[in-house]
């Protein structure tokens, strides 16, 4: 990985990136119930690497909450109120209208040549409420990108957030939800 002793700066380029969460279906209905898939549609993130070693790296990604959007092939109406419940009782995102994470440590580990495993702690704010969030990736470095995939978790209740219900209770998600991204990130013109 080339970098200079300043370090370099990268966009993550969200129209070649995907961002996605995925929440369970619980309650009554859960055999035979809805769990969707949702793409995180408008965010932007910036990663600085300060050195060749990953060491010192920072991570800043940003969410317009309003831009989640289920993925699953759905009857009009069921997306409608889907999308109403998410935006209105769950993530209340008028009130709460961005989800920000910023690194706090980056640690890398090498696997071979320009690829790593980093593991990355820092501060997801989510709902009004600030929490730490831990995430591994596997990144991989380019001439003038990277390119980073992974998941992670995140308990609903631990950011004070209501778990939707829908069909008068009848339909339930899980408290936790299953975040996947895959993120290619550039360095600028």
Not at 116 to 128: D, I, S
Not at 140 to 146: H, L, N, P, Q, T
């Amino acid at each position: 990985m080339n970098t200079s002793a300043a370090g370099a700066d990268y966009v993550i380029d969200t129209r070649a990136s995907q961002f996605t969460v995925q929440a369970f279906a619980d309650g009554l209905m859960k055999a035979i119930a809805h769990s969707p898939k949702i793409a995180i549609r408008d965010w932007t993130g910036a990663i600085h690497v300060s050195s060749s070693t990953l060491e010192g790296a920072t991570i800043k990604v940003r969410v317009h909450a309003g831009s989640l959007e289920v993925l699953d092939e759905l009857r009009d109406d069921d997306r409608r109120e889907i999308h109403r419940v998410m935006n209105n009782e769950v993530l209340e995102t008028v009130e709460f209208p961005e989800i920000v994470f910023e690194s706090a440590e980056v640690k890398p580990e090498k696997l071979r040549d320009d690829l790593y495993r980093v593991h990355v702690r820092g501060q997801l704010r989510l709902h009004g409420i600030s929490n730490e969030q831990v995430l591994v990736s596997q990144a991989a470095f380019g001439v003038d990108s990277i390119r980073a995939y992974g998941a992670f978790t995140l308990r609903q209740t631990d950011y004070n957030i209501r778990i939707a219900s829908i069909a008068g209770g009848t339909l339930k998600l899980q408290d936790e939800l299953k975040f996947s991204f895959y993120v290619v990130a550039r360095k600028p013109d």
